[in-house]
């Protein structure tokens, strides 16, 4: 599956905490103190984004994709942290922000300003519980399926979105699905939604699909496990 997230936050935990203990015997007390903060918040996120706990809800993020007050000051280091590090790695990533699948489905990264969104004011399904729907781009319809970076949403969540973006698509909306970056989260919800379109036999066969059209997508172990699961027991039926 690779290095997670809840593995990759416990480091930059262990990190800031060990800035804030140098400076603390260095008697820089008052400097000490944010990374002693920003050290706690990741702990926070490290375990709640395990697994086992799997909690996005941890981070407030509202149905309508944004974030309450309390949230933006509480979780404010791991929130802006996130924001810049997606910017800078979409920057100079130099792929793409978004690609089309199919006719009217598009699959990509999260869409911070109006041109990185797909043409034809399409329709959105939010795969992050850490970046917010942006108000340049709140004309479109919105779905939030909040999830955390490396994890995959359940099969429940993907029988919703997959509901949705069919409705959706039935009515001549194109559709958008997206998280941090086009590669793991968003990938596994358009896999379901290619089979429940009938474009493709099953979720293996909408995987291959998708990477020929933004090939640096890279599912792990948890969306493989979650599309399986889906597969066995989705209610939805292909659209042939």
Not at 37 to 62: E, R, T
């Amino acid at each position: 599956m690779g290095v997670g997230l809840s593995v990759l936050i416990g480091l930059k935990c262990a990190t800031l905490f060990i800035f804030f203990l140098s400076l603390r015997m260095f008697e820089f007390t008052l400097l000490s103190i944010p990374f002693l903060y920003a050290s706690l918040v990741s702990f926070l996120v490290s375990i709640a984004s395990h697994p086992s706990i799997n909690l996005p809800i941890l981070l407030g993020k509202g149905s309508d994709g944004n974030f309450p007050i309390w949230s933006l000051i509480i979780y404010s280091p791991y929130l802006y942290f996130v924001r810049a590090f997606s910017f800078i790695r979409r920057f100079t990533s130099g792929e793409p922000p978004y690609s089309k699948i199919d006719e009217g489905l598009y699959v990509g990264g999260w869409p911070y300003a109006p041109d990185k969104l797909p043409p034809g004011n399409p329709a959105i399904v939010d795969c992050t519980c850490e970046l917010p729907r942006k108000k340049e781009v709140r004309g479109s319809a919105y779905l939030c399926v909040p999830t955390w970076d490396t994890r995959s949403p359940d099969p429940g969540e993907i029988e919703s979105a997959v509901n949705w973006a069919c409705r959706k698509r039935a009515q001549g909306v194109p559709v958008f699905v997206h998280c941090a970056y086009g590669h793991g989260r968003s990938v596994a919800v358009m896999c379901a939604l290619l089979v429940a379109l009938g474009l493709a036999e099953d979720w293996k066969t909408a995987e291959k699909i998708i990477k020929e059209k933004r090939p640096y997508i890279r599912m792990n172990a948890l969306h493989r496990k979650a599309l399986e699961e889906w597969s066995k027991d989705r209610l939805s039926t292909p659209k042939r």
